[in-house]
């Protein structure tokens, strides 16, 4: 059963309550540099991300907030954007109106607000701009940058019980605590809870998912789920994912990202298409047509069914979208297999809404057809043959099975 949040409204996005799992990413362009800043959101915005997260740094990139805002809405993308600040929010939001009225959220870091006597007047200045300016704030706490202070006083309280508490367990503490000391201080400081998004980011996956379990008993704001510094490749998306499901599985989880570090000349959106998948994964929700196919073994040493695999996977991520605009419903939820011999191939084609299920090394070469359970054609061919057939049976079969 899903945790019970605090809907929080960010822009034309809804976090938290009975509402889907929000998907959302953070651009890597100098905010400063309006065009290539406004160009990644809507690529991000595109691929799925549904709300937008940048850095705010300096007066530069503070000016352009307002003209990233105006340019994404003259071009209709109405994604929410949030402000990640960082050391001196407190003086770009005071200092720069028009921002702080532009962006749709505020990422406050407890650990990076100030220190020693500025962290609380600094804090206090952000949210009372986000009073102001009736907007919510996502209190997100990393352990890499945690508030010192509190975790200092933890560790004294450790050292005063004899030591009761590994040191791993007193950060994870920590790490609770000040999400939660910092949510209570901006709710007395005039920010209504409703208004408020908590994160409490690891790179670690386990201390990650121990830290979330706790947060999710000590308060009800809507979380923001995320293993920070996730690291590259199939290594980021591995740690995220293990990360993101075990929470997800257990009702936490409103709304989420995967912290990738970009592969040299790869797309922005990998992370966006992580995400898609893990909830997808989950049956949390759906997007494009899920596809089953074999991984392949002795019985399969013809490579058809991977080429055959990889067309059918290219032609629904194409085409989804643009049955969606047709207003064809429920397509995303469509199952389609392509199998590679008779072992398990004629089972799950049956049980797919469509399936092919084509002959293994030695077996009869023909390749059978099911749809909803029942076998309507066999092809034979090539695997450019064998690809466009059933194509357009998936055609004819989404247009004869899913309403306008």
């Given at each position: 059963?899903?945790?019970k949040?605090?809907?929080?409204?960010?822009?034309?996005?809804?976090i938290?309550?009975?509402?889907?799992?929000?998907?959302?990413?953070?651009?890597?362009?100098?905010?400063?540099?309006?065009?290539?800043?406004?160009?990644?959101?809507?690529e991000?915005?595109?691929?799925?991300s549904?709300?937008?997260?940048?850095?705010?740094?300096?007066d530069?990139?503070?000016?352009?907030v307002?003209?990233?805002?105006?340019?994404?809405?003259?071009?209709?993308?109405?994604?929410?954007?949030?402000g990640?600040?960082?050391?001196?929010?407190?003086?770009?939001?005071?200092?720069?109106?028009d921002?702080a009225?532009?962006?749709?959220?505020?990422?406050?870091?407890?650990?990076?607000?100030?220190?020693?006597?500025?962290?609380?007047?600094?804090?206090?200045a952000?949210?009372?701009?986000?009073?102001?300016?009736d907007?919510?704030?996502r209190?997100?706490?990393?352990?890499?940058s945690?508030?010192?202070?509190v975790?200092?006083?933890l560790m004294?309280?450790?050292a005063?019980?004899?030591?009761?508490?590994?040191?791993?367990?007193?950060?994870?503490?920590a790490l609770?605590?000040?999400?939660?000391?910092?949510?209570?201080?901006?709710?007395?400081?005039?920010?209504?809870n409703?208004?408020?998004?908590?994160?409490?980011?690891?790179s670690?996956?386990?201390d990650?998912?121990?830290?979330?379990?706790?947060?999710?008993?000590?308060?009800?704001?809507?979380?923001?789920?995320?293993?920070?510094?996730?690291?590259?490749?199939?290594?980021?998306?591995?740690?995220?994912?293990?990360?993101?499901?075990?929470?997800?599985?257990?009702?936490?989880?409103?709304?989420?990202?995967?912290?990738?570090?970009?592969?040299?000349?790869?797309?922005?959106?990998?992370e966006?298409?992580?995400?898609?998948?893990?909830l997808?994964?989950l049956?949390?929700?759906?997007?494009?047509?899920?596809i089953?196919?074999?991984?392949?073994?002795?019985?399969?040493?013809?490579t058809?069914?991977?080429?055959?695999?990889?067309?059918?996977?290219?032609?629904?991520q194409?085409?989804?979208?643009?049955w969606?605009?047709?207003?064809?419903?429920?397509?995303?939820?469509?199952?389609?297999?392509?199998?590679?011999?008779?072992?398990?191939?004629?089972?799950?084609?049956?049980?797919?809404?469509?399936?092919?299920?084509?002959?293994?090394?030695?077996?009869?070469?023909?390749?059978?057809?099911?749809?909803?359970?029942?076998?309507?054609?066999?092809?034979?061919?090539n695997?450019?043959q064998?690809?466009?057939?059933?194509?357009?049976?998936?055609?004819?079969?989404?247009?004869?099975?899913?309403?306008?």
């Amino acid at each position: 059963m899903r945790r019970k949040s605090i809907a929080v409204k960010v822009g034309n996005i809804i976090i938290g309550g009975d509402n889907p799992v929000v998907i959302q990413s953070m651009t890597n362009t100098p905010t400063e540099d309006v065009k290539a800043t406004v160009n990644q959101i809507k690529e991000l915005a595109d691929a799925g991300s549904e709300l937008v997260r940048f850095t705010v740094k300096d007066d530069a990139g503070a000016k352009a907030v307002p003209l990233i805002k105006k340019a994404l809405l003259d071009e209709n993308y109405e994604v929410p954007l949030i402000g990640d600040f960082h050391y001196n929010g407190h003086l770009l939001l005071t200092k720069f109106p028009d921002c702080a009225q532009a962006l749709d959220k505020y990422r406050i870091n407890p650990g990076n607000v100030g220190f020693g006597e500025s962290h609380d007047s600094n804090f206090e200045a952000m949210v009372k701009v986000a009073v102001d300016n009736d907007k919510p704030v996502r209190i997100g706490v990393n352990w890499g940058s945690l508030d010192q202070n509190v975790l200092a006083r933890l560790m004294d309280e450790n050292a005063k019980n004899n030591y009761s508490k590994a040191n791993t367990d007193v950060l994870i503490d920590a790490l609770v605590t000040s999400a939660i000391e910092s949510k209570n201080k901006a709710v007395e400081l005039g920010l209504e809870n409703k208004k408020i998004v908590i994160s409490t980011k690891s790179s670690r996956v386990q201390d990650m998912i121990k830290a979330y379990s706790l947060l999710a008993e000590r308060c009800d704001n809507a979380l923001h789920l995320g293993v920070t510094e996730a690291g590259q490749g199939l290594k980021g998306a591995i740690h995220s994912t293990a990360g993101l499901s075990v929470l997800l599985q257990k009702g936490i989880g409103d709304t989420i990202r995967t912290s990738l570090t970009p592969t040299p000349g790869t797309s922005r959106t990998e992370e966006v298409k992580i995400c898609k998948q893990i909830l997808q994964s989950l049956s949390l929700r759906f997007f494009t047509p899920e596809i089953t196919s074999c991984p392949g073994c002795g019985r399969t040493t013809s490579t058809v069914f991977q080429e055959i695999a990889e067309q059918v996977e290219k032609f629904l991520q194409k085409k989804t979208p643009e049955w969606k605009k047709k207003g064809v419903k429920g397509v995303e939820k469509m199952e389609v297999a392509v199998m590679g011999c008779i072992v398990n191939g004629p089972g799950e084609s049956k049980n797919a809404n469509i399936g092919l299920s084509l002959p293994g090394s030695g077996e009869t070469p023909a390749a059978p057809v099911f749809a909803d359970g029942k076998q309507i054609k066999v092809l034979k061919g090539n695997a450019k043959q064998l690809t466009e057939e059933f194509i357009k049976l998936i055609e004819e079969y989404v247009e004869g099975h899913y309403s306008k």
